[in-house]
């Protein structure tokens, strides 16, 4: 889930882990005002599929809202979609190709920058290791937020990251989040410090701001 603030004038990331033309984003784009999601793949490089359902930007229908944007790229068929509130709303096809692994850091809420810092609130991230079908993508849209996916939800066996982020992260109120991997129980902390990959937060409305 996202909620972006209308006046955003950079591109912003609610999860990603690219670079150099491997890995995986998904976000908004500035300009045009859509919401897109890109892959590196090992022929083509990085591609991108976009909506403007919703979009994020005044005066788009989605700014100041939350906005479930879900993101699928299938190896076995090449296809490459983006949902907006569990309807497919684009899609791509690269059969024959396949997804260029990343040592990269799984980033939620910015990118490697703060130019890639999401300018809003994000809540609720789910990845799962398998292409979810369309019919999937909307169950799990129509059971809610929260919800406990690892139990509830599709295709539950194949979940390798979930964050509650907003329902359950900390703000130490200067500068740090910590974040915690549901699936793994694993907790992540934001950077402070920059170099490194990371850059520090400077938006404003990073603290708690979910359902």
């Known amino acids: 889930f996202m909620k972006i603030d209308g006046d955003h004038t950079v591109d912003g990331y609610a999860l990603e882990n690219y670079a150099s033309g491997e890995g995986m984003r998904l976000g908004y784009d500035n300009s045009p005002n859509e919401w897109r ?3 590196g793949l090992d022929t083509t490089g990085l591609v991108d599929i976009q909506t403007t359902t ?7 229908a989605g700014a100041g809202i939350w906005v479930n944007v879900t993101g699928s790229w299938n190896t076995s068929t090449g296809d490459l979609k983006i949902y907006i509130n569990g ?3 684009n899609t791509a096809n690269y059969l024959g190709e396949t997804l260029e692994s990343t040592t990269e850091d799984l980033r ?11 300018k809003g609130a994000v809540n609720n991230i789910v990845v799962w290791d398998i292409a979810l079908t369309d019919e999937e993508v909307l169950t799990h849209y129509n059971d809610g937020n929260p919800y406990n996916v690892t139990l509830e939800g599709p295709r539950a066996n ?3 990251f979930w964050s509650k982020v907003g329902d359950n992260s900390s703000w130490n109120g200067i500068n740090q989040w910590t974040i915690v991997d549901e699936v793994n129980n694993f907790k992540g902390l934001s950077s402070t410090a920059g170099g490194g990959g990371f850059a520090p937060m400077t938006y404003t409305s990073r603290v708690k701001d979910a359902p």
């Open 37 to 39: 999601f890109s892959v």
């Open 54 to 60: 919703l979009a994020p930007k005044l005066p788009g």
């Open 87 to 89: 309807i497919l709303e």
């Open 108 to 118: 939620i809420g910015g990118g490697s920058t703060t130019a890639g810092e999401i």
């Open 158 to 160: 194949n979940i390798v």
